[in-house]
T-cell receptor, first 114, second 115 residues
Framework: AQSVSQHNHHVILSEAASLELGCNYS??????LFWYVQYPGQHLQLLLK??????LVKGIKGFEAEFIKSKFSFNLRKPSVQWSDTAEYFC????????????FGKGTRLSVIA | GAVVSQHPSRVICKSGTSVKIECRSL??????MFWYRQFPKQSLMLMAT?????????EQGVEKDKFLINHASLTLSTLTVTSAHPEDSSFYIC???????????FGPGTRLTVL
């Protein structure tokens, strides 16, 4: 069965600090990988996704993620965070074969302080 | 991008009543819809997978007689929480996958509170 691990439960950063959130997955086949963000009181929004090709994926709001197949990892990065990045971040994976449900990590709460 | 709506956004009901939540894909046809549940400060947990015109597939531990799912058309799936109890209070989120099946689009969620 698929599983997703997000090792950081809560991350606190000052504005302009660099961010890296870890995500590791367990699955025996080819996967699609996603990062979603959930701002307080709002619904999930897709930050970026990886299906195939260049393992370095750029998403919205300056976020990027790198797929490292050998490490089963898909870490999320941002060079300089802003206060408005305060949110819950979820890594998710599904089978590459399509129309399969997403398996989510437990989420990482990011708090950005001025 | 593709838009998925959910109705209602918030519902409060008495224990023992049934609540229906609608999930619609507004600008694409969704062959598959998924229903997730999110408890406060927790991640999304898959409840069931719904394919248009066929019976839903429920995850282990999810009572199919309690959470009735109907996917009668390519743009609408409904989740009915029957005989709701306070422990059913949660945030219910649907997602829809288009014909290509490579990405899911999430609805804004429905917050159910059972008194």
């Amino acid at each position: 069965a698929q599983s997703v691990s997000q090792h950081n439960h809560h991350v606190i950063l000052s504005e302009a600090a660099s961010l890296e959130l870890g995500c590791n997955y367990s699955y025996g086949g080819t996967v699609n990988l996603f990062w979603y963000v959930q701002y307080p009181g709002q619904h999930l929004q897709l930050l970026l996704k990886y299906f195939s090709g260049d393992p370095l994926v750029k998403g919205i709001k300056g976020f990027e993620a790198e797929f490292i197949k050998s490490k089963f990892s898909f870490n999320l990065r941002k060079p300089s965070v802003q206060w408005s990045d305060t949110a819950e971040y979820f890594c998710a994976v599904n089978a590459h074969s399509g129309n399969t449900p997403l398996v989510f990590g437990k989420g990482t709460r990011l708090s950005v302080i001025a | 991008g593709a838009v998925v709506s959910q109705h209602p956004s918030r519902v409060i009901c008495k224990s023992g009543t049934s609540v229906k939540i609608e999930c619609r894909s507004l600008d694409f046809q969704a062959t598959t819809m998924f229903w997730y549940r999110q408890f406060p400060k927790q991640s999304l947990m898959l409840m069931a997978t719904s394919n248009e015109g066929s019976k839903a597939t429920y995850e282990q531990g999810v009572e199919k007689d309690k959470f009735l799912i109907n996917h009668a058309s390519l743009t609408l799936s409904t989740l009915t929480v029957t005989s709701a109890h306070p422990e059913d209070s949660s945030f219910y989120i649907c997602s829809a996958a288009g014909l290509a099946g490579d990405e899911q689009f999430f609805g804004p969620g429905t917050r159910l509170t059972v008194l």
